[in-house]
């Protein structure tokens, strides 16, 4: 499994690296990922999904070093809750630096997700930036619930599928909770 793990973390990266689409498996449903400070490839994103623009992405990180390396300031409440959430928990922050400019919410917000999925946090971890993840569908279609659910343009859209946990069903998407700057908690999605 571990070699399984280094050789797809591989090719993924390098696809990766030269602004290209990827398909993998999160620690919640199947995403279709690129790097994050790439604005042709969150382009690409976009256009794959058919995705609105001021619609926001989500981004996945490896750790909280690398959180704080991708958010100005970082609440001291999101470490608690993000150390005693109960599943995969997606946080919205105030000033996001050092990604794509296009990644950014109208309102200089970011999605961020520390993951705790061993390939996603290996192959974020690797890459040494943050990857995006969003779900492998067209927009305003159902959210997969396996790899055999994503639709043939998705497949044929991206530019490499990792070849792990396809015949596993995927649970729902992360919770998702804004956190501003200024104290306010909201929850987005349960």
Same mark, same amino acid.
């Given at each position: 499994?571990?070699? +399984? ?18 398909? /993998?498996?999160? +620690? !919640? ?23 609105? @623009? ?14 704080? *390396? /991708? ?22 922050? +105030? ?5 794509? @400019?296009?990644?950014?919410?109208? +309102? ?13 946090? @290996? ?6 930036? %943050?990857?995006?993840?969003? $779900?492998?569908?067209?927009?305003? *279609?159902?959210?997969?619930?396996? /790899? $055999?659910?994503?639709? %043939? ?6 530019? /490499? ?9 995927? !649970? ?19």
């Amino acid at each position: 499994m571990k070699d +399984d793990f280094k050789t797809e973390s591989q090719e993924a990266i390098s696809v990766l690296k030269r602004g290209g689409l990827i398909l /993998y498996p999160t +620690d !919640t449903v199947w995403g279709i990922g690129c790097d994050s400070t790439n604005p042709e490839a969150v382009e690409k994103v976009f256009a794959l999904k058919k995705r609105s @623009e001021s619609k926001s992405l989500i981004c996945l990180v490896s750790d909280f070093k690398m959180l704080n *390396e /991708y958010v100005e300031d970082v609440p001291e409440v999101a470490y608690d809750i993000l150390k005693y959430a109960a599943k995969p928990t997606t946080i919205i922050y +105030d000033d996001p630096i050092r990604v794509a @400019e296009n990644l950014i919410a109208d +309102d200089n917000t970011l999605a961020i997700r520390v993951t705790k999925d061993k390939f996603c946090k @290996e192959l974020v971890r690797r890459f040494r930036r %943050p990857i995006v993840s969003t $779900s492998a569908n067209v927009s305003g *279609e159902k959210t997969p619930e396996s /790899y $055999s659910q994503i639709a %043939p343009e998705i497949l044929k859209g991206v530019d /490499y599928v990792v070849n792990l946990h396809q015949s596993k069903k995927s !649970t729902k998407p992360s919770a998702i909770i804004k956190l501003s700057n200024d104290g306010k908690v909201k929850v987005v999605r349960k």
